[in-house]
């Protein structure tokens, strides 16, 4: 079965530093999404991006924050100066369409500030 | 998107059927209602969805009232690998996530 992949799984950096998570979607899918759960908490969208553009985004996801489609398989987020409050697993979600069908979601990757 | 009300834990024997219920009275006539699980901190993972009629695949069935205003996740015979936070969610567009109902399956 198709899969999203994430990379790296789990990420240490220190507060200010820049940061990128990696996400392969799943090939055919045109849709990409990346979502953050603070520890305990729910699962919060961030940003969407269809045709190389993002299409949705949420309060959350401010200038500190950009997306990129660079080639035809990865999607990466970029925190620009990471803040102790950015800790969280961010888990990258692609679709083929966004509705009807579902979205399938990476393993996430577990960013901890320090 | 529809607001859903999902109750915040429910129990479950190993082996019998759990029934999960979501109220969501607002949704509109293009919103289709969707079921993901989230097992630990891993990524959501998808269930099933449904517009009206009621659906069944290898993992759930989703019974979805003749009004709309509220469905029931059921998973048939629960095992102890099914213990996650189950999420209801009504949309046409966005998936947003509230906080669930956490399943305990208890041998």
């Known amino acids: 079965e198709p899969e999203v992949t994430q990379t790296p799984s789990h990420q240490v950096t220190q507060m200010g530093q820049e940061v990128i998570l990696r996400c392969v979607p799943i090939s055919n899918h045109l849709y990409f999404y990346w979502y953050r759960q603070i520890l305990g908490q729910k699962v919060e969208f961030l940003v969407s991006?269809?045709?190389?553009?993002?299409?949705?985004k949420s309060e959350i996801f401010d200038d500190q924050f950009s997306v990129e489609r660079p080639d035809g398989s990865n999607f990466t987020l970029k925190i620009r100066s990471t803040k102790l409050e950015d800790s969280a697993m961010y888990f990258c979600?692609?679709?083929?369409?966004?509705?009807?069908?579902?979205?399938?979601f990476g393993s996430g990757t577990r960013l901890t500030v320090v | 998107d529809a607001k859903t009300t999902q109750p915040p834990s429910m129990d479950c024997a190993e082996g019998r059927a759990a029934n999960l219920p979501c109220n969501h009275s607002t949704i509109s006539g293009n919103e289709y209602v969707y079921w993901y699980r989230q097992i630990h901190s891993q990524g959501p993972q998808y269930i099933i969805h449904g517009l009206k009629n009621n659906e069944t695949n290898e993992m759930a069935s989703l019974i979805i009232t003749e009004d709309r205003k509220s469905s029931t996740l059921i998973l048939p015979h629960a095992t102890l690998r099914d213990t996650a936070v189950y999420y209801c969610?009504?949309?046409?567009?966005?998936?947003?996530f509230g906080t669930g109902t956490s399943l305990t399956v208890i041998p």
């Open positions: 991006f269809y045709n190389n553009e993002i299409s949705e």
């Open positions: 979600a692609s679709s083929v369409i966004r509705v009807p069908y579902g979205y399938t």
């Open positions: 969610i009504a949309t046409g567009n966005q998936f947003y």
